[in-house]
């Protein structure tokens, strides 16, 4: 049974730092995406991020992109999300969740992954 279990959140003035991690069990990941996405109150799941298992690569939100990286460490079965220069605006329960979108142009939307962790709060203060 796959598992997702987030930690890292908290609450961070404008313009601080936090790092998300997503420890993923319970089967091989080498063919899946892993995925972060974020839900604000009265709004929408939004994509963030998204990094492949085997090669690493990423891809990111306009909103994010410059300030967050994602990154894997394929040894631990965990993937990161530093979050820099963070805004009042990134205040959101971060969620990550892993599947195998058909393409890449599917990694944006929250459908396309099958498992899905519990979600870490993050709060930025202006």
């Known amino acids: 049974q796959v598992q997702l279990v987030e930690s890292g959140g908290g609450l961070v003035q404008t313009g601080g730092s936090l790092r998300l991690s997503c420890a993923a069990s319970?089967?091989?990941?080498?063919?899946?995406?892993m995925g972060w996405f974020r839900q604000a109150p009265g709004k929408e799941r939004e994509f963030v991020a998204a990094?492949?298992?085997?090669?690493?690569?990423?891809y990111y939100a306009d909103s994010v992109k410059g300030r967050f990286t994602i990154s894997r460490d394929n040894a631990k079965n965990t993937v990161y999300l530093q979050m820099n220069s963070l805004k009042p605006e990134d205040t959101a329960v971060h969620y990550c969740?892993?599947?195998?979108?058909?393409?890449?142009?599917?990694?944006?939307?929250?459908?396309?992954?099958?498992?899905w962790g519990q979600g870490t709060q993050v709060t930025v203060s202006s």
């Open positions: 319970g089967r091989t990941f080498s063919t899946y995406v």
């Open positions: 969740a892993t599947g195998r979108p058909s393409s890449d142009l599917r990694y944006r939307f929250d459908y396309a992954y099958d498992y």
């Open positions: 990094i492949t298992w085997d090669n690493g690569r990423s």
